[in-house]
């Protein structure tokens, strides 16, 4: 190559931000929402919390609405199972869409969720969130949600 192809292939790949040459970002969106989806039909059934816990990365931060901030696995997996050991306890969500980094190894999803519980007088009662989550690629090419984040949608 000349040097002054070289230089153009530089400088375009500047301007379009550094794309990595190669990623289909329309694959890799489809590819963290269905990973997304798969892990709210887990958490729906609310079966397996390991598995269900397998989807945040290992330094994950999870930020639940008026509660406190659970960091890393060992929490967030505590913090998996004490959800589903609460009698009652449900959780289904829905991310709308997806964005991602131009490389395609970080995106964010935002969507809506219903979490049920028993209520102060123990009878269910269901709040209706919104939220955003941060998504990682892993090194084995998973994606794996390193920051969840939610409030109440009203």
């Not at 550094?18 to 890799?28: F, H, K, R, T």
């Not at 997304?36 to 989807?55: C, N, T, V």
């Not at 964010?108 to 049920?116: E, L, M, P, V």
């Not at 969130?129 to 109440?152: L, T």
Request: with cysteine; charged share 25%; proline share 4%.
């Amino acid at each position: 190559m000349s040097r002054l192809a070289a230089t153009w292939v530089a400088v375009m790949g500047v301007a379009l931000g550094g794309c990595a040459a190669g990623v289909d970002l329309a694959q890799e969106k489809e590819s963290l929402l269905r990973a997304d989806r798969e892990w709210a039909a887990l958490a729906s059934e609310g079966k397996d919390y390991e598995r269900i816990a397998s989807y945040w990365g290992d330094d994950a931060v999870i930020i639940p609405a008026g509660a406190p901030i659970v960091r890393g696995k060992a929490q967030i997996r505590e913090f998996v199972r004490s959800s589903f050991a609460i009698p009652g306890f449900h959780i289904e969500w829905r991310s709308d869409d997806a964005w991602l980094s131009r490389d395609g190894t970080l995106g964010y999803a935002t969507g809506r969720s219903r979490i049920t519980f028993p209520g102060p007088d123990g009878k269910p009662m269901t709040i209706a969130n919104r939220g955003v989550s941060v998504w990682q690629r892993d090194a084995k090419g998973d994606w794996k949600c390193v920051v969840d984040i939610w409030n109440a949608d009203h």
